[in-house]
């Protein structure tokens, strides 16, 4: 059929019409195989972006992206299957303690996670920070980690959503990234590539996001849930805060560490906040009342944390640090001090995020080594009144570097009036 032509899906949808779905296949298709050329791909994802998707288009691309791989449908065999992704923010370390939570109550947890992504950390580089662990899952490794613990957590394989890595990589060049319906394809065709019974998504707005405004960001909520569901996975949404750190701790060994302080009772407050509101969220999308009592239990009890050791030793871990786990910080500390009295008002976390990068903390071009042991720790928190000279943060460098860490101070903002902090959960999106 001439629609399915290249140059002739590419003229209709730079005319603005609606591309049927042997068209956005065929799109698909030639991303997978080859026979597409970057620069028609690239015209495709740009007259995309400026033209639109509707939730039909979005619907059909993200599985047409999702059935260029392989599909594990996973769910047919592991009863209560749950998954969960964030759109990445600073300190976001939620997915390392929720997989054993969920586990220890009766639910188990696959993901496939990824690595940083501009200012924002990846949960596999995180997990990387621990000693032997293995993220290179295939079909029945992820099987049987799941059966013995609970919990898989790996990358995602070669063989899932090839046509996402090549769309991936153009998008970045193509300056596509932000076009919401390509970011719906992008995250649904690898995540639901592992068959789920049940998807809960954490989507953030704030300084630290990758939207940082709450409008586009719950745009995209509503478009990644209303395109999940009609694809047959129950999926729900929490609109999230990240106008600071999560947490105390900023960095790869430290989120590690703050895991396992949250998961034997001594964490942060607003970490554990967020971990129970989606465990209990994913839960009763498969008609599981998850009391936020029950959760509580699984920590006091060390279930959870066992739990998490016991999966780290399944899928590789050192058995040394599994049985005294401890990720050492670097060495030299710069304490961040506030120049006056006031209350904090605001704190830049995509320039924080930038100023780790650039640390070490992560990757300033694509293949760069990672120091997980770069650190920061926040001690401030917004609305919270501070005086002259108080610390607002500690940051861990392999050597001295005041420069970098004045850089740091200017993150935040102390202001002579106080100001209310956001809310921590905006909303519900279902």
Not at 133 to 151: F, P, S
Not at 361 to 386: C, F, H, T
Not at 412 to 426: G, S
């Amino acid at each position: 059929m001439g629609a399915q032509l290249p140059y002739e899906i590419l003229s209709r949808k730079r005319a603005g019409e609606r591309l049927t779905e042997p068209a956005l296949r065929a799109a698909v298709a030639g991303a997978a195989s080859g026979t597409w050329s970057d620069a028609q791909l690239g015209a495709f994802l740009m007259a995309a972006a400026i033209r639109g998707l509707d939730g039909d288009e979005t619907r059909t691309l993200t599985l047409a992206m999702l059935e260029s791989g392989e599909r594990w449908q996973l769910a047919r065999e592991v009863p209560l299957l749950c998954d969960k992704h964030s759109t990445g923010g600073v300190g976001d370390k939620v997915s390392l303690p929720l997989a054993p939570l969920l586990a220890v109550c009766g639910l188990p947890v696959v993901m496939l996670t990824g690595r940083a992504l501009g200012h924002t950390g990846g949960t596999a580089d995180k997990l990387e920070a621990i000693p032997g662990l293995e993220l290179g899952l295939d079909r029945d490794a992820t099987l049987r980690l799941l059966r013995d613990t609970g919990i898989a957590i790996g990358i995602a394989t070669g063989s899932i959503a090839p046509a996402d890595r090549r769309l991936y990589a153009l998008r970045d060049q193509t300056a596509t990234v932000s076009s919401l319906p390509l970011i719906t394809a992008s995250i649904l065709s690898k995540k639901l590539a592992t068959g789920a019974g049940a998807l809960v998504l954490d989507v953030k707005a704030g300084s630290g996001a990758f939207l940082p405004e709450l409008a586009e960001a719950r745009q995209l909520a509503a478009l990644l849930v209303a395109t999940a569901n009609a694809l047959g996975v129950p999926t729900s949404a929490w609109l999230t805060d990240m106008s600071q750190p999560l947490g105390r701790w900023v960095g790869h060994a430290c989120e590690v560490q703050e895991t396992l302080e949250l998961l034997q009772g001594e964490g942060p407050g607003d970490l554990q906040e967020l971990t129970f509101a989606l465990a209990t969220e994913v839960a009763a999308l498969h008609g599981v009342a998850l009391e936020p009592q029950r959760l509580a239990e699984a920590i006091a009890s060390g279930a959870a944390r066992e739990t998490f050791l016991r999966w780290a030793r399944a899928q590789g871990a050192a058995a040394a640090w599994t049985a005294s786990p401890r990720l050492p910080l670097a060495e030299e500390e710069h304490v961040v001090t506030s120049s006056q009295a006031g209350w904090l008002a605001a704190v830049d976390c995509r320039a924080l995020g930038l100023l780790l990068i650039e640390a070490g903390a992560g990757r300033a071009r694509p293949g760069a080594a990672i120091d997980p042991a770069v650190s920061l720790r926040y001690e401030g928190r917004l609305g919270q009144r501070v005086e002259r000279g108080e610390p607002l943060a500690r940051l861990y460098l392999r050597r001295r570097d005041d420069g970098l860490a004045a850089a740091l101070g200017e993150c935040f903002t102390v202001a002579p009036e106080p100001k209310q902090a956001p809310p921590l959960l905006y909303e519900r999106i279902a």
